[in-house]
């Protein structure tokens, strides 16, 4: 059973840093790109970043370039997201999400329960 | 950026009855268009990859349509399960980019 398990989030103030973790089990985590889409409260999903499987392709949504990380270890079985420079509209539940097979571009078919990050002084 | 549109906002329909929800592109994708479906406090599910095909366990009164701009999203026959919110995808360029999604209320 493909099991996504977020951590790492929380009440951090502006300006402040955090690092979520994503830990994959059951299924070849090495072989599937990796994503973080997030959603505000109450708002729509909006995609964040991804990583192809090997870690050496990335991509980010313009309203995070500079800021976050996204990173895996494959030894591991883990993908995170290095977040710098918080702001108040970072604020939301961050979901890791699967790419389907052979999809670096792709449709997500697994994805975490969420972890929130709050973003206040 | 592709921009992704869905309609109606909200749709309010009853069990046994027929729902279509649409998602418009600003340019085309080809067939590399999702859909999810989303409730209260849960993560998003994945029902439909590349246009038209079921992802594994969706039932088969889910269906999809569409190339191009132009999407569909059909459920044949809601069931109580089905109301909720629901997101298409595009995949065709970065960045990925969702609709703003369809609230299916129970009318």
């Known amino acids: 059973e493909v099991q996504l398990l977020e951590s790492g989030g929380g009440l951090v103030q502006p300006g402040g840093s955090l690092r979520l973790s994503c830990a994959a089990s059951?299924?070849?985590?090495?072989?599937?790109?990796m994503t973080w889409v997030r959603q505000a409260p109450g708002k729509g999903l909006e995609w964040v970043a991804s990583?192809?499987?090997?870690?050496?392709?990335?991509h980010f949504a313009d309203s995070v370039k500079g800021r976050f990380t996204i990173s895996r270890d494959n030894s591991k079985n883990t993908l995170y997201l290095q977040m710098n420079s918080l702001r108040a509209e970072d604020t939301a539940v961050y979901y890791c999400a699967k790419g389907r097979v052979g999809q670096w571009l792709g449709h997500f078919d697994y994805w975490g329960q969420g972890t929130l990050v709050t973003v206040s002084s | 950026e592709i921009v992704l549109t869905q309609s109606p906002a909200t749709l309010s329909l009853s069990p046994g009855e027929g729902a279509t929800l649409s998602c418009r592109a600003s340019q085309s994708v080809g067939s590399y268009l999702g859909w999810y479906q989303q409730k209260p406090g849960q993560a998003p599910r994945l029902l439909i990859y590349d246009a038209s095909n079921r992802a594994t366990g969706i039932p088969a009164r889910f269906s999809g349509s569409g190339s191009e701009t132009d999407f569909t999203l059909t459920i044949s026959s809601l069931e109580p399960e089905d109301f909720a919110v629901y997101y298409c995808?595009?995949?065709?360029?970065?960045?990925?980019?969702f609709g703003q999604g369809t609230r299916l209320e129970i009318k």
């Open positions: 059951g299924f070849s985590f090495s072989n599937y790109a």
């Open positions: 995808q595009q995949r065709n360029n970065w960045p990925i980019t």
């Open positions: 990583i192809s499987t090997g870690g050496v392709n990335t």
